[in-house]
């Protein structure tokens, strides 16, 4: 999954900040003719979204690449330093990546304010939300990873338990768990999830971004310090476990039965749970159960594991075709509806909806769900230029990994955020 995969270190993007940014200067004139085609760079995925434009409009000249994303943004800074062979329309699978792609850095992305009609942005279910910068739009959203909570309803009802509609249910939850049924579990925190899942759902502020110069870190924020309360001592007494949900010892653990539920992204469904080389589970036994309400709020938050973005290139010699293709890709019924995870734009995801619950592989529709999450991504956390999952992997996950803590890490976490934010040029508050 797209949300899985390596992207350039902030260190690599700091190594040559120095020649892309000596470069932006003299890179403003697009770099072929009018007549040119729409130079496209996509992942082997979303090749056929872009294809499926091709043949709609075979008018339009386009020439369609399928680039590495994890050396996408190598070759725009390749092209910043010769000053041409830019792209006009990227499919970028790190939404995160907006932040560097709008900055000086890149000097890449163009804004869409004016290019995509009101209706249409107000069309998809988180407004695009991540995609803007100091209040303008600068990329169009292609699919969510809402986080939902993956239900073993059955299993479920053997125990007698009921689904948690708060974290502090679910913390109680886990504690009956471990002491009536050792072994089996409610969730993990093993791996880069418990920032998408637990952290991000919470609204702990390690990407609170206030404009592009300005990030708002505070790991001693009660946002981020409740999850901590919650989770430590189901991680000691085993109900979460110290697994990462993708880990294989987590697929045997699902054969074996032993997964209650598991909070995790809408894609994780049909890509995790009901893949034979995932968990598994068969047909009539997964319910989909909506994300549990942290204390003091009114509002079940998710956050989102994965998620890729179109973006339109400023050398763009046509920028309104450029943005009429990621308007297409990013909206259309007749493509999206087979795409292979949760449309960001409303109608699109409507339609894409039907197969999945026509394949009557769920206990019961989990679309209800997945529609009310896709609206409830917490617009706490905005695209940065330093990485986040990264750095949460290097200190909390490295901690549980080793039988640690989560309270115990928020300190250097708080540190290391803090002094990649700062190198990557932004002035970091706490409040």
């Known amino acids: 999954m797209k949300g899985l995969r390596k992207v350039l270190t902030v260190a690599a993007v700091a190594a040559v900040s120095a020649i892309a940014l000596s470069a932006c200067a003299g890179t403003s004139t697009p770099a072929k003719t009018s007549g040119s085609p729409l130079v496209v760079w996509t992942d082997a995925t979303r090749e056929a979204a872009f294809k499926a ?47 560097a792609l709008q900055s000086q850095l890149f000097n890449f992305a163009a804004p869409l304010d004016k290019a995509v009609p009101k209706n249409v942005q107000d069309g998809f279910s988180t407004k695009n939300s991540i995609c803007k910068i100091d209040g303008k739009l600068y990329c169009l959203q292609n699919d969510l990873a809402q986080s939902i909570l993956w239900v073993n309803k059955p299993l479920m009802a053997q125990f007698g338990y009921q689904v948690p509609t708060t974290w502090d249910e679910y913390k109680a939850l ?84 032993k997964v209650l539920m598991m909070p995790g992204p809408s894609w994780m469904g049909e890509y995790v749970i009901k893949a034979s080389t995932g968990y598994g589970a068969p047909a009539g036994t997964i319910v989909a159960g909506a994300m549990p309400t942290w204390t003091g709020e009114t509002t079940n938050w998710s956050g989102a594991y994965g998620g890729g973005i179109y973006v ?77 999952d990264a750095t949460v992997v290097s200190t909390v996950v490295a901690s549980i990994k080793a039988g640690g803590d989560i309270a115990s890490t928020l300190k250097p976490l708080q540190d290391q955020l803090s002094g990649l934010a700062q190198a990557a040029g932004y002035e970091v508050v706490t409040k």
């Open 53 to 99: 434009y091709q043949t709609a409009h075979p008018d339009v000249k386009m020439k369609i690449e399928v680039v590495d994303g994890s050396g996408m943004l190598s070759k725009i800074q390749l092209a910043n330093r010769v000053g041409s062979g830019w792209p006009d329309v990227i499919f970028d699978p790190t939404t995160n990546e907006i932040a």
């Open 174 to 257: 886990g504690q009956k768990v471990a002491a009536e049924h050792p072994g089996y579990i409610i969730g993990a925190a093993g791996g880069a999830n418990i920032w998408y899942d637990f952290l991000w759902s919470s609204g702990c502020p390690l990407a609170d971004v206030k404009s592009s110069n300005q990030v708002h870190i505070n790991t001693a924020d009660a946002k981020c310090t409740r999850v901590a309360d919650t989770l430590d001592p189901l991680l000691a007494d085993g109900s979460v476990s110290r697994l990462a949900p993708f880990d294989a010892g987590m697929n045997k653990l699902a054969k074996d039965g």
């Open 312 to 388: 339109v290139s400023r050398h763009a010699a046509d920028p309104a075709a450029a943005a009429a293709v990621a308007q297409w890709v990013s909206t259309n019924d007749a493509y999206q509806k087979t795409a292979p995870t949760y449309p960001a734009y409303a109608p699109a995801a409507t339609t894409w909806s039907q197969t999945v619950t026509a394949s009557g592989y769920y206990a019961e529709d989990p679309v209800p769900v997945l529609k009310d999450q896709a609206a409830k991504i917490n617009p706490a956390v905005g695209a940065t230029r330093y990485q986040v």
